[in-house]
Every structure is written in C-alpha cells, then in structure tokens.
C-alpha cells in the first residue's frame, strides 16, 4: 500500500518512527542469533548491525525532515493563525487599547468611528501585534493604530491560538506531529519495558 505524501523526508519519518513505536509496542524482539526472510531466502547471522542500521536510520530521516521543516513551521503556524482573524474578546481588548493610545497622543478625532481589529502578527517570544482599523461611515479606512499585547496577555493569546490551530490547523499536523513520533519511536525502550 503506497502512503502518498507532498513531503518525503516527513513520509519517511513518520514510517519508520510508526514501525520503530509498533516493535516496541507488540513486544518484538529477536531471538536466537539468525533472522530469516520467508519471501527470500535471506539469513542474517548479526542481528546486532541491523538494529544499528534501524537506529542509524531513524535518526538520519530526522535530520532530513528538521533540515527541510525547521524555518517553514512557525511561518505557517502564524500564517494560519493571522488566516483565523480575532477573536471577537481579542478585537474589542484591541480596540479599547487603540483608543486609549490615541487619547493618549490627543487624537480625540477618531474616536466615534468604527473601530476594527485586523492583521495579527508575532511581537518577540511573548508579544502579539494588532492593527486596528478606524473608519467613517462609508467604509475606508481613516486611521491604523497599532496594538502591542504583551507579557501575559501576549503569551496567554498565542498558547490560545496554537492549540486551537493544534487541533483544527495543518501546520501542528504536518510539520510537529512526525517531531511527536519520532520521539516516542526513539524513548521505545524507556517506555515499552514499563507496560
């Protein structure tokens, strides 16, 4: 059965760390010091060397799919993300702090207008940026303010939004859950002699 795939270092990934988790997991083992193929008539008296392969293998199809995936994963995340729009809580927080800043800069001009929230962006490790737009009556855009959330807020919103995308997202799927089995495949040892 082919397993179609866009991406063959994650194809290959994702197999070998399934075949490494399904081995733990029923128990394999090999016992005595020969391994024989039924369809081919193939013996291997060093069974030894093709565990090392295995385990040789697994980590190189890693590297690959790290070495392909590492810059593109948080673009499409945030991608996704800033697809989503804001959420109706997050675009009236946004909203207000746009007014207050204005208040604050003596812009009481913009203030009855309609205010929306648009154009989510990553600020640094813990901080979100918000565009708001204010706009009159027939519709085009009179002023942007830019919005910083930060600190709690910013960290609160971005761990809200990546498990939302987690679970209705294509980047969590494609690019962190191989990352997931890999690493189940790899602690196999740990966590099979504990079942």
């Known amino acids: 059965m082919p397993i179609s795939d866009s991406?063959?270092?994650?194809?290959?990934l994702i197999l070998i760390s399934?075949?490494?988790?399904?081995?733990?997991?029923?128990?394999?083992?090999?016992?005595?010091?020969e391994i024989r193929f039924f369809v081919v008539n193939l013996q291997f008296s060093k069974p030894e060397v093709l565990g090392i392969f295995a385990w040789v293998l697994i980590f190189w199809f890693?590297?690959?799919?790290?070495?392909?995936?590492?810059?593109?994963?948080?673009?499409?995340l945030w991608a996704e993300i800033g697809r989503g729009g804001v959420s109706k809580l997050l675009s009236v927080k946004a909203c207000r702090l746009a007014k207050e800043q204005l208040r604050g800069a003596n812009?009481?001009?913009?203030?009855?207008?309609n205010v929306t929230a648009q154009d989510i962006r990553p600020n640094g490790y813990l901080g979100v940026s918000i565009v708001c737009n204010f706009s009159d009556d027939s519709g085009p855009i009179v002023h942007q303010e830019v919005v910083e959330l930060d600190g709690i807020q910013g960290l609160a919103y971005r761990l809200r939004e990546i498990v939302s995308h987690a679970i209705t997202g294509n980047a969590v799927a494609e690019h962190l859950i191989p990352y997931v089995l890999f690493v189940a495949a790899v602690l196999g040892p740990v966590w099979s002699q504990n079942t």
């Open 18 to 33: 399934l075949a490494f988790i399904f081995y733990y997991a029923a128990g394999g083992g090999f016992h005595g010091d």
């Open 62 to 76: 890693a590297l690959r799919f790290y070495q392909k995936t590492h810059v593109v994963y948080r673009n499409e």
């Open 107 to 113: 812009r009481a001009d913009h203030f009855e207008k």
């Open 7 to 12: 991406s063959p270092e994650r194809r290959n």
